[in-house]
T-cell receptor, first 111, second 111 residues
Framework: GENVEQHPSTLSVQEGDSAVIKCTYS??????FPWYKQELGKRPQLIID???NVGEKKDQRIAVTLNKTAKHFSLHITETQPEDSAVYFC??????????WGAGTKLIIKP | DVKVTQSSRYLVKRTGEKVFLECVQD?????MFWYRQDPGLGLRLIYF???????EKGDIPEGYSVSREKKERFSLILESASTNQTSMYLC??????????FGPGTRLTVL
């Protein structure tokens, strides 16, 4: 079945630096790739998503890139701030319903 | 704003008890999901429903059942709770092929 691998499991960066989280997926039919952010004690919330007909999407300090040939996609956060500290999940989907989730990356922003 | 609510934030039950977790959404979404979240394992899908009275097994359905009698309500049932079902349970809803909106979660402890 579909599998999504996410790396690294923990990422520590200095405030102001950039952070990159990478995911690979196994099913070439996947065509929707969202990223969710879960702050401590809170529910996961969508921060950005990309569909397979585009290679990159940006929203202020965050961006997602997709390489369909290599079957991987990445989340980029620039000028990191303390409020970026959270667990980030990637996911992939080829159907109307089900998302296949990565295991999550804990992002720590050091002051 | 989409609102997804869950019946309890914290629940403590004994081994062998029957446990009901309820989820209600107020946006007329077709799809609803039950996940469990454990450290290092990300979000694992237990069951999902794409319509009233319709349900499909996710990745880890063993020991669980679900009920969706009304569009806005999706219940997760643990027929005979066991200690390995101690976890955070998250409900989500989505308007097909789109963002999933999560509830606040229920932290279940089975003693």
């Amino acid at each position: 079945g579909e599998n999504v691998e996410q790396h690294p499991s923990t990422l520590s960066v200095q405030e102001g630096d950039s952070a990159v989280i990478k995911c690979t997926y196994s099913d070439s039919a996947s065509n929707y790739f969202p990223w969710y952010k879960q702050e401590l004690g809170k529910r996961p919330q969508l921060i950005i998503d990309i569909r397979s007909n585009v290679g990159e999407k940006k929203d202020q300090r965050i961006a997602v890139t997709l390489n369909k040939t290599a079957k991987h996609f990445s989340l980029h956060i620039t000028e990191t701030q303390p409020e970026d500290s959270a667990v980030y999940f990637c996911a992939a989907s080829k159907s109307n319903y089900q998302l296949i989730w990565g295991a999550g990356t804990k992002l720590i922003i050091k002051p | 704003d989409v609102k997804v609510t869950q019946s309890s934030r914290y629940l403590v039950k004994r081994t062998g008890e029957k446990v009901f977790l309820e989820c209600v959404q107020d946006m007329d979404h077709e799809n609803m999901f039950w996940y469990r979240q454990d450290p290092g394992l990300g979000l694992r899908l237990i069951y999902f429903s794409y319509d009233v009275k319709m349900k499909e097994k996710g990745d880890i359905p063993e020991g669980y059942s679900v009920s969706r009698e009304k569009k806005e309500r999706f219940s997760l049932i643990l027929e005979s709770a066991s200690t390995n079902q101690t976890s955070m349970y998250l409900c989500a809803s989505s308007p097909s092929r789109n963002e999933q909106f999560f509830g606040p979660g229920t932290r279940l402890t089975v003693l």
